[in-house]
């Protein structure tokens, strides 16, 4: 039996295929551990790690499903896959649920879902189409930044109406993709410099709206995930429908720039935890670890945090596991980016090079801006920890991502294959 076990050869890069089985461990492991508030409000032990156990086993069926796709049939779902994510960004819009403070989620089949998760994926896909497609001697051609920019903008500008920081980092990955595809550096030059003026009109105008005392919206401290109830509809004029649109949560962006930037000290009995619950407990969760952590399942903050088990889920981590177990997580992210890197450069191709590459761009810096928020080096906002933090939408959809990175380590035509082919093409020529 042990023979015919030896024998079985897993598809996919060894090394992906380890760092997604160790962060599913952890997650498992952690999620069990921080989830206490929903264990004392559903009255179940179990339900909580049981339901997120069952989305990590559905995550790793559609990432095996995905793997086992050739990457060139990946194509074929670009299109599809924009005007999808663009009909669904639109209607959260008009049905969205409301979930503290931000309208993000769209129920499907009584499934609740982002379609932002959706979206950032179908922008990775075209990109990657778009900059393989118009590749020159040079490098990209000009039109292909343009081609990007028409079909990224819709959608990020849709995001960005609800969460910023998901937008941002959108932004960040097809950035990071076209300086990788080559795009012309005064072009990008170029983008730097507006997104200069219009972050700087954006601050302005949150400046001028919004209002960090507005109790309502600049607390942090996201208690509950439950729908919240609307006020009594009242008649708005244009400028007050346009405020709600893009401006509705103004007073929460500027609230937590203003705690950010706020270097002043604040004595412990001074701290509102009504505000700053979020903060203050990751803090005390951090320092607590005392650097070798309380072990698994010891955490204390858990009880306090309520976002332990989805945003703040690092906290919890470095609490249990110490600065090492904090270090190795942050590793494996580190990992999965490098071993990224080095099945795209092995890759004949350039979509499916570029493809996986912004696939792992997506994970790795949302990871890290997710583990800057929670040791305080960023401003807090609801991005979860991609593969570790509970979730529904985001868990299965990053395994999906995860599949396509196996499946362009086994699928996608090698360099070395592509030049042994090409020798023995000149070969059969020439006899």
């Given at each position: 039996m042990f023979e015919k076990l030896s024998?079985?050869?897993?598809?996919?890069?060894?090394?992906?295929?380890?760092?997604?089985f160790f962060l599913c461990i952890i997650s498992v492991l952690e999620v069990y551990s921080a989830s206490s508030s929903l264990t004392y409000k559903g009255g179940h032990f179990w339900a909580p790690v049981v339901y997120h156990a069952t989305l990590l086993v559905v995550g790793v069926g559609f990432m095996i499903l995905t793997m086992n796709i050739k990457c060139k049939?990946?194509?074929l779902v670009t299109p599809f896959a924009l005007i999808i994510s663009l009909l669904m960004l639109l209607a959260v819009l008009v049905v969205g649920h409301t979930t503290n403070g931000a309208q993000r989620w769209i129920s499907f089949f009584g499934i609740q879902f982002q379609p932002s998760e959706l979206a950032k994926?179908?922008?990775?896909?075209?990109?990657?189409?778009?900059?393989?497609?118009?590749?020159?001697v040079d490098g990209a051609s000009r039109m292909a930044f343009k081609?990007?920019?028409?079909?990224?903008?819709p959608i990020l500008v849709l995001i960005g109406m609800e969460n910023l920081s998901t937008a941002a980092l959108l932004f960040l990955t097809v950035f990071l993709m076209m300086?990788?595809?080559?795009?012309?550096?005064?072009?990008?030059?170029?983008?730097?410099?507006?997104?200069?003026?219009?972050?700087?009109?954006?601050?302005?105008?949150?400046?001028?709206?919004?209002?960090?005392?507005?109790?309502?919206t600049a607390t942090d401290d996201r208690t509950a995930m439950t729908e919240?109830?609307?006020?009594?509809?009242?008649?708005?004029?244009?400028?007050?429908?346009?405020?709600?649109?893009?401006?509705?949560?103004?007073?929460?962006?500027?609230?937590?720039?203003?705690?950010?930037?706020?270097?002043?000290?604040?004595?412990?009995?001074?701290?509102?935890?009504?505000?700053?619950?979020?903060?203050?407990?990751?803090?005390?969760?951090?320092?607590?670890?005392?650097?070798?952590?309380?072990?698994?399942g010891n955490s204390v903050e858990r009880d306090f945090l309520s976002q332990a088990f989805s945003d703040f889920i690092y906290a919890i981590i470095i609490e249990e596991m110490g600065i090492w177990g904090a270090a190795g997580v942050?590793?494996?992210?580190?990992?999965?980016?490098?071993?990224?890197?080095?099945?795209?450069?092995?890759?004949?191709?350039?979509?499916?090079?570029?493809?996986?590459?912004?696939?792992?761009?997506?994970?790795?810096?949302q990871a890290m801006f997710n583990m800057a928020v929670a040791v305080g080096l960023a401003p807090v906002t609801g991005q979860p920890l991609p593969l570790i933090s509970k979730g529904g939408t985001s868990t299965i959809v990053n395994c999906v991502y995860m599949g396509i990175i196996l499946s362009v380590s086994y699928t996608a035509k090698r360099k070395d294959e592509a030049s042994v082919k090409k020798i023995s093409t000149a070969k059969s020529m020439a006899s």
């Open positions: 024998q079985i050869k897993i598809k996919g890069d060894g090394i992906i295929w380890m760092v997604f049939y990946f194509k994926g179908a922008v990775v896909l075209a990109t990657a189409q778009i900059l393989s497609a118009m590749q020159t081609y990007i920019l028409w079909i990224s903008t300086f990788i595809g080559r795009v012309p550096r005064v072009q990008l030059g170029k983008t730097l410099g507006v997104l200069a003026l219009l972050g700087m009109f954006g601050f302005a105008m949150i400046w001028l709206v919004g209002d960090e005392n507005d109790t309502a919240t109830v609307a006020a009594p509809p009242q008649e708005k004029g244009i400028v007050g429908k346009v405020y709600d649109k893009f401006f509705h949560r103004a007073s929460t962006w500027k609230a937590r720039i203003v705690k950010f930037f706020d270097t002043s000290e604040v004595r412990p009995e001074d701290i509102d935890l009504d505000k700053d619950a979020q903060t203050a407990h990751a803090n005390i969760a951090i320092v607590s670890s005392n650097i070798v952590g309380k072990g698994p942050c590793l494996l992210y580190i990992i999965l980016l490098f071993r990224t890197g080095t099945i795209a450069n092995r890759c004949a191709n350039a979509f499916p090079a570029l493809l996986i590459m912004g696939v792992a761009l997506l994970l790795v810096t």
